[in-house]
């Protein structure tokens, strides 16, 4: 089929428009949700923006494998790694010899899973154990031998990657025999509060962490040399040119990364900001920016459209589902229990649990897996109402629009339905402004929106930040409940004198 000659210079246009919108996409740096990688992408993103190449950071994503899942499906092109984190994590090799591996072997590895490492920074952060000081000294503990052999009733409160690592937790104990119950997984961002306040004794810490300098801590000595090298890289996908990003290489050593980790994390500068004045000047400002400031900052208009999309898009496409489903469970009652015990079911599952599903069933990080888990919260409540609605309205009205001679789709559409419309509106109302509160965890995945601020907040114990995301989605909450309202006292005005009466 050919195209007529009218249409065939905006059909070149278009494939000229594709073609240069592919050609001029972006480079996707990733990062983890702790200080360091979030500063090391940020600083990556600067540095490849500042000699002209199209960058773009996405911070947070989580925990290393869904950071190398999204390398190895071209979500991300680059992120911080670690050798030692590539070695036992990613490549599963045990050796004591493999962890000490040259790069030129790690990267015979990597090259058939499609990946490279490369640009080392500078630096080793390896992991570590640390006690309060005053709590190694009382107990002579100075080693992990010493801690296994005392066996202290000691409360550990260990980050969840750790616990979960093939170089973490259980490997560990194996090494040196240690018998401390693990207890529950917490937010690294909060292990140094929880671990001054007494609420936990041991903890996993990166030797680089800034908190290091400033808390009465003991960093134990790994004597047996279970924990490998972590020398900072880069590691990438095998198709992105590191020649733009060698200037970083070798620029960070420990000293350096601590303070940069602590100019970020101690005294609440943002990440761009550090990043910035590391590669203009090394200058660092220690002035912790205002509540106002952090929740008026440049990047509000775009967290908040990526927000909204993530709401309103959820919310269009639970409606096109939970309508109908409502409207067969009233058809068909012997459907009601069955569909109302699905949905309800669905709307029981973890918010982080259903991510880390839809994740690996779409097999992709970012706007869609988040926008599927709203859309699943989002169901009850239409459903339910849709029902409710649907089974409120009068059954003589239905036999009086039959006795004209409607049919059962007109029935619907010209009086079931707009009498079942307040209900059916409450039940949207419900879903929007509960996917509003539920979206903030979208930023886990790399779907961007309000919950950037929290948990980059919570990465660094900064509660301003933490606020600047949480108070704007709160606002939203309520702006939307607000909007409803008007729409459900304009449906309700609207809607015909007999079925007022009636209350329907």
């Known amino acids: 089929m050919r195209l007529p000659s009218t249409l065939r210079p905006l059909f070149a246009l278009l494939i000229a428009w594709f073609v240069g919108s592919a050609a001029a996409a972006p480079?996707?740096?990733?990062?983890?949700?702790?200080?360091?990688?979030?500063?090391?992408?940020?600083?990556?993103?600067?540095?490849?923006?500042?000699?002209?190449?199209?960058?773009?950071?996405?911070?947070?994503?989580?925990?290393?494998?869904?950071?190398?899942?999204?390398?190895?499906?071209?979500q991300i092109d680059l992120y911080p790694e670690y050798t030692g984190t590539i070695v036992r994590e990613l490549l599963k090799r045990?050796?004591?010899?493999?962890?000490?591996?040259?790069?030129?072997?790690?990267?015979?590895?990597?090259?058939?899973?499609?990946?490279?490492?490369?640009?080392?920074?500078?630096?080793?952060?390896?992991?570590?154990?640390a006690m309060r000081e005053a709590d190694a000294a009382r107990l002579g503990i100075a080693t992990i031998s010493e801690l296994a052999a005392r066996a202290p009733a000691l409360k550990p409160g260990l980050s969840h990657e750790f616990l979960a690592?093939?170089?973490?937790?259980?490997?560990?104990?194996?090494?040196?025999?240690?018998?401390?119950?693990?207890?529950?997984?917490?937010?690294?961002?909060?292990?140094?509060?929880?671990?001054?306040?007494?609420?936990?004794?041991?903890?996993?810490?990166?030797?680089?962490?800034?908190?290091?300098?400033?808390?009465?801590?003991?960093?134990?000595?790994?004597?047996?040399?279970?924990?490998?090298?972590?020398?900072?890289?880069?590691?990438?996908?095998?198709?992105?040119d590191e020649r733009p990003l060698q200037s970083m290489a070798g620029r960070l050593p420990e000293a350096e990364m601590t303070r940069l980790n602590a100019a970020a994390e101690l005294d609440g500068r943002p990440?761009?900001?550090?990043?910035?004045?590391?590669?203009?000047?090394?200058?660092?400002?220690?002035?912790?920016?205002?509540?106002?400031?952090?929740?008026?900052?440049?990047?509000?208009?775009?967290?908040?459209?990526?927000?909204?999309?993530?709401?309103?898009?959820?919310?269009?496409?639970?409606?096109?589902?939970?309508?109908?489903?409502?409207?067969?469970?009233?058809?068909?009652?012997?459907?009601?229990?069955?569909?109302?015990?699905?949905?309800?079911?669905?709307?029981?599952?973890?918010?982080?649990?259903?991510?880390?599903?839809?994740?690996?069933?779409?097999?992709?990080?970012?706007?869609?897996?988040?926008?599927l888990a709203l859309f699943v919260y989002a169901l009850l409540p239409i459903v339910r109402n849709t029902h409710a609605g649907l089974q409120a309205v009068s059954a003589g009205l239905t036999q009086a629009a039959m006795a004209l001679g409607l049919r059962r789709g007109q029935i619907l559409r010209a009086v079931e339905l707009p009498l079942a419309l307040p209900t059916l509106m409450a039940?949207?109302?419900?879903?929007?402004?509960?996917?509003?509160?539920?979206?903030?965890?979208?930023?886990?995945v790399g779907a961007g929106g309000l919950g950037e601020r929290i948990v980059a907040g919570l990465a660094v114990s900064d509660s301003a930040l933490m606020l600047a995301g949480a108070l704007p989605a709160a606002i939203l909450a309520v702006a939307v409940q607000w909007l409803f309202d008007a729409l459900e006292r304009r449906v309700t005005h609207n809607r015909p004198k007999e079925s007022r009466k009636r209350g329907a």
């Open 94 to 129: 045990d050796a004591p010899a493999d962890a000490q591996a040259p790069l030129a072997q790690i990267n015979a590895w990597l090259q058939p899973l499609g990946m490279k490492a490369a640009v080392p920074l500078g630096f080793n952060n390896s992991y570590a154990l």
């Open 427 to 444: 039940g949207v109302k419900t879903a929007a402004v509960t996917n509003v509160g539920t979206a903030t965890v979208a930023a886990f």
């Open 165 to 240: 690592r093939a170089d973490g937790w259980p490997a560990l104990q194996r090494a040196y025999g240690l018998k401390l119950q693990t207890g529950a997984g917490l937010d690294h961002g909060l292990a140094y509060q929880a671990l001054a306040n007494g609420q936990v004794d041991l903890i996993d810490v990166y030797t680089t962490d800034a908190q290091l300098a400033r808390q009465p801590v003991r960093v134990l000595r790994d004597d047996r040399g279970f924990f490998p090298r972590y020398d900072a890289l880069l590691l990438m996908r095998t198709t992105v």
């Open 271 to 371: 990440f761009a900001d550090v990043a910035k004045d590391f590669l203009q000047s090394g200058r660092q400002e220690t002035a912790h920016r205002g509540l106002m400031a952090r929740l008026l900052a440049p990047d509000l208009g775009r967290l908040l459209a990526q927000h909204l999309a993530l709401v309103l898009a959820s919310l269009a496409l639970a409606i096109a589902v939970a309508v109908p489903l409502g409207v067969a469970a009233h058809r068909l009652p012997r459907l009601a229990a069955p569909v109302m015990a699905v949905a309800g079911l669905l709307q029981t599952l973890p918010s982080l649990a259903l991510l880390a599903f839809l994740i690996a069933l779409v097999g992709r990080i970012g706007f869609m897996p988040a926008l």
């Open 27 to 74: 480079l996707q740096v990733g990062s983890k949700r702790f200080t360091e990688s979030y500063l090391l992408g940020e600083i990556a993103t600067q540095t490849l923006v500042a000699q002209g190449i199209a960058a773009e950071h996405r911070q947070g994503l989580g925990n290393t494998a869904i950071l190398v899942a999204a390398l190895q499906q071209g």
